[in-house]
Structure formats: structure tokens, C-alpha cells
């Protein structure tokens, strides 16, 4: 008797806001401000600009950290 299990190719469950600001992020990584910036600027991770506010998608720091492992 065989039993197949199905993988959900989908992205994980994020709780908590789709975008983070740039020191809700920092906090999540527990990493400095200019560390944070240079990581901006390098396109390591992404974000948008939206006005004055620069946001990250939360999916980006689970992919960040996933990199990381």
C-alpha cells in the first residue's frame, strides 16, 4: 500500500504586515543601521518607495534569511 504526500509549492505563511520599514526590518535581523543600508543599496534586499517611506516586503527577509542557512 503506497501513499503519495503532496508538497504545496506556495511561499510561507508570513504573520504580521506584508511590508516592514526599514528599522522594523533591522529589528527583525537584529543588524545595524548602516549594515541595513548597505544591504539596501547592494540590492540584497528589496524594497520600494513609496513618498518618503522606503518599505520591504516581508517575503524578502525570509528569503534573506533562508540564503543565510
Known amino acids: ?3 503519495t504526500i503532496e508538497i504545496a509549492d506556495a511561499a510561507p505563511a508570513v ?3 506584508e511590508f516592514l520599514t ?6 527583525r535581523l537584529r543588524i545595524g543601521k548602516s549594515l541595513a543600508l548597505r544591504l ?3 540590492g540584497k534586499i528589496p524594497s520600494v518607495k513609496l513618498g518618503r517611506r ?3 516586503p ?12
Open 58 to 69: 516581508a517575503h524578502a527577509l525570509h528569503a534573506l534569511a533562508q540564503q543565510a542557512a
Open 15 to 17: 504573520s504580521g504586515p
Open 1 to 3: 500500500m503506497s501513499q
Open 40 to 42: 539596501l543599496a547592494e
Open 54 to 56: 522606503r518599505l520591504i
Open 22 to 27: 526599514v528599522a522594523e526590518a533591522r529589528a
